[in-house]
């Protein structure tokens, strides 16, 4: 069992940066993750996914923009968002599984979500 609890959302302005944390907690050993996120009416997208290997794949959308990272010894995943813009308005989830989905939304753990607003 997997607990994941998302942080750092908020308001922002287009062109701004925000970072997302996802605090891992509970049988993190060899999990692989993801942030995922979903606007009101839409589907659930995948945004970012990272490997056990450390390598990363983004959704073209966000590619150049987002970041995605982890820091093992704080079991904390990370989402860098700049240049934001207007169409990144989302609830974002991070989600974790022992299979590596990529950006497919099939991850056995799920956050509660985290809001970013991005508006002028």
């Known amino acids: 069992e997997v607990q994941l609890v998302e942080s750092g959302g908020g308001l922002v302005q287009p062109g701004g940066s925000l970072r997302l944390s996802c605090a891992a907690s509970g049988y993190t050993y060899s999990s692989y993750y993801g942030w995922f996120r979903q606007a009101p009416g839409k589907e659930r997208e995948g945004v970012a996914a990272?490997?056990?290997?450390?390598?990363?794949s983004y959704a073209d959308s966000v590619k150049g923009r987002f970041t995605i990272s982890q820091d093992n010894a704080k079991n904390t995943l990370y989402l860098q968002m700049n240049s934001l813009k207007p169409e990144d308005t989302a609830m974002y989830y991070c989600a974790a599984d022992r299979v590596y989905w990529w950006l497919l939304p099939k991850y056995k753990y799920w956050g509660q979500g985290t809001q970013v607003t991005v508006s002028s």
């Open positions: 990272i490997d056990s290997d450390g390598s990363t």
